[in-house]
């Protein structure tokens, strides 16, 4: 059983900046993948970004040029920097662990999931 904490959410406003931070309690990057995915109020969840073992890192188009995601060198640990952030980011930001590293921008392949961050962008 893999477990995720996030840390770094809070409140900002409009342009500001987050940096979001996930651990894990297994070495995942070393085969598989870690994504960020958030869900806004009355929305469904949706793929934010993700790395994987070989630091292939895709982005939804809404984020990307203002988000970037990293691991660190343990392979158990990603960070999400988010700049420019907008009032439409605002939502809660859930880290999850891909152990097969395959489809690592669809939510269902993601096998353990932590209990997310909430992200308030103030206008």
């Known amino acids: 059983q893999v477990q995720l904490v996030e840390s770094g959410g809070g409140l900002v406003q409009a342009g500001d900046s987050l940096s979001l931070s996930c651990a894990a309690s297994?070495?995942?990057?070393?085969?598989?993948?870690m994504g960020w995915f958030r869900q806004a109020p009355g929305k469904e969840r949706e793929f934010v970004a993700a790395i994987n073992w070989s630091e292939y890192t895709p982005y939804a188009d809404s984020v990307r040029g203002r988000f970037t995601i990293s691991r660190d060198h343990t392979a158990s640990s990603v960070a999400l920097q988010m700049n420019g952030l907008k009032p439409e980011d605002t939502a809660i930001y859930y880290c999850a662990a891909n152990t097969r590293g395959t489809a690592i921008s669809l939510a269902r392949y993601y096998e353990y999931w932590g209990r997310g961050t909430q992200v308030t962008v103030s206008s």
């Open positions: 297994g070495r995942i990057l070393e085969r598989g993948a």
